[in-house]
């Protein structure tokens, strides 16, 4: 029996850029029964800020990441399913990362910015050895967005045996240039805060501003352009009714001589510093960097001949999903891997869905994506049809 | 006699938001001769980071940032035309601003951050008081791209009686609010620089690395990503040859345990290092917050019933640009803009030109943009035809 929340140990692990880390641990969480016959294991990839709490346990246990998504009745129906996230490699939520000992049980030992350089098929490694240790030798799907995406993605090209079907929503075969730029902004922003002291901070002493920071950079490649249109316009904040920005010290308080004192912000701006500042309260700084930095150097065919020898390896059936609206891994760099995969003759679907949530269409929309994903899972054969409609979205573009 | 350098003072001048700057004086060059019989004026704006300074004055003379558009035979012809550029209100090139003195002789006596809010609209005044010192009463050509492209359209909405033609490349009738939060994310990169001291740092104490901070990010927002695929891709930095890199002291100097130290950095990132570097060297981060306010302030119908309103008053033939990879200001909005023109009944002309090199593109290829507003100068009435092609370039969409 596996339970529903746990942490196995799965090191030493050889690292892809070199090095090794001595010590390992995932922590993870189940929902549902594992059935040795049935192989009914879907494995759920996270995104960058994400942790292994996809979805609540019992009524009174909070809700996950993917709520709507997963649960007994929900389009990931755990009755049927046995569900599994782990919170990836170099992670903040319970797994080895930045925020780890370096020595096991001394916590004044901190990782920082000195934890390696980690990439998404290192996380991939260290997921399968947690799937060892609990006895799961083969993966009805994976599945995953944004970062989680990647992931799918190279569970399918590392490990073809072990995987059925994967589904890739929101994420690339590589990463662009402009997401590797937009990812060492925030960076950059991080280590501009000089409480960033080199990655060598106190746990109580973070970057806080350069991880707000870096996080409102991120939520302007993550949202549409339709949505805040819609949503924020150019609306103005009240007078008086920010207290973020009245905290925020900036611009606006500085006395004006002749100039009457004036505190302006747009709703878009007061929206952007409240998501910095939630963001800092719950996530680690070193780990965002070391995680952006794994998503940068996501190249599904580095190694391997590039993209095209990358989907030749693969024997799972393959679901992608682009988001029109998705600023940071845009509709065309799915297309690639749709081709390539076409290319080798595999069984891959693509749906380009017309969200105006831009790249986290996949999680505000949580329950129709998961839905989409299941139904694509149970009909196999559909696939060579091309694109298709899926139930409550409209289909566009789709040729690859 | 017009001369072809000099700096005029056009204050006291009240503010859109409220106060009034006591002195304000404009720098300005000028090219070629005005003719007040042919009312032969042009008159260029020039976007966020840019200066008077458009082309050359003789061959000796540094090349300006629109060599190839201004001078004698170029497309913007300087035997046949007087050509205009003045540094923004609110600029660091010799006109009035956060890095001019409060009071006027007292260096010591620095605006810095507490330099009025100022607009779009304000610019067009205090420009509109230049021509008038200078004698010029009618232009026959306002031209601007970015902010350069929000004056002229306030000139074609504010003065309408002295505007003849006004062509409006890569700007938007209103700052989006993604155009607002990449502005703000960058105005709180400066602010994160503890050098940013509120303002008031001393001008050889500028917060340098925020403000390279903002312009990596505005990069970003500035260029094509099929450019960056074809000129970066996933290329890398060979070990040791980037200087910028080696200095920027961050993740990759500290010594990991167990791990070999490694500098990696991809071409884009260092390209984007590169330019941040660059711009500091240049310009003044105080009036970087400046601009980029106003540009978020910059909403063409405010006060005047809407874009609606705003589009009645024009009089001027209006020619409108839109770059098919503009990231910053997408077509879309330009569409909107050539829209209202079209509803109240007056002359536009939309070209949307398929480049490659983002919102940057009207810079990239001046030669080719200024040709191709010069000719629809030339060509009154081609206007109700709709988008046509140009000469040097393929036309896609351009049904508002």
């Known amino acids: 029996m596996i339970p529903c929340r746990g942490r196995v140990e799965v090191g030493p692990l050889r690292l892809e850029r070199g090095g090794e880390l001595p010590q390992v641990e995932l922590a993870f969480e189940t929902w549902g029964r594992w059935d040795p016959q049935r192989k009914n294991a ?4 996270h995104a960058l800020t994400g942790d292994a709490h996809v979805a609540a346990h019992d009524p009174q246990d909070r809700p996950g990441w993917w709520e709507a998504a997963v649960g007994p009745g929900k389009p990931i129906d ?5 569900v599994l996230c782990s919170n990836v490699l170099g992670g903040c939520y319970g797994s080895t990362g930045p925020a780890s000992p370096v020595t096991s049980g001394d916590p004044s030992s901190r990782w920082g910015g000195r934890f390696p350089t980690i990439t998404v098929r ?7 050895r947690l799937l060892d240790a609990l006895g799961i030798d083969r993966l009805a ?3 995953g967005g944004s970062l989680g995406g990647m992931q799918a993605l190279e569970w399918a090209v590392t490990y073809p045996d072990r995987v059925e079907a994967a589904a890739v929503l929101a994420a690339p075969p590589a990463a662009s240039p402009h997401a590797i730029a937009w990812n060492e902004v925030q960076r950059q922003a991080i280590f501009t805060d000089p409480a960033w002291q080199g990655g060598d901070y106190p746990p109580d002493r973070p970057p806080r501003r350069g991880l707000a920071l870096a996080r409102m950079l991120a ?6 352009r339709d949505e805040w249109e819609a949503r924020f316009g150019r609306d103005e904040v009240p007078p008086g009714t920010d207290p973020v920005a009245a905290r925020a010290g900036d611009y606006a308080t500085a006395p004006r001589p002749g100039v009457p004192a004036e505190f302006f912000r747009f709703q878009i701006e007061s929206y952007l510093h409240y998501q910095g500042e939630k963001l800092v309260r719950r996530f680690d700084a070193a780990t965002y960097v070391t995680l952006t930095r794994a998503m940068d150097l996501h190249d599904v065919g580095r190694g391997r001949g590039g993209l095209k020898g990358a989907a030749e390896r693969v024997r799972a059936r393959v679901y992608v999903l682009s988001i029109s609206s998705d600023l940071l891994y845009p509709v065309e760099e799915q297309r690639r891997l749709v081709r390539a995969l076409r290319r080798a003759g595999k069984d891959v679907t693509w749906h380009v869905w017309r969200a105006p949530w831009g790249h986290d269409s996949f999680l505000v929309d949580g329950a129709g994506v998961a839905r989409r994903v299941m139904e694509w899972l149970d009909e196999p054969g559909a696939a060579a049809a091309g694109p298709r409609e899926g139930a409550a979205v409209a289909v566009g573009e789709g040729r690859p």
């Open 219 to 224: 939520m302007t490649t993550y949202r549409g």
């Open 141 to 143: 799907l994976v599945v």
């Open 122 to 128: 290192d996380m991939v490694h260290a997921q399968r």
């Open 78 to 82: 755990t009755r049927r399913w046995f």
């Open 42 to 45: 879907v494995l759920i990839c």
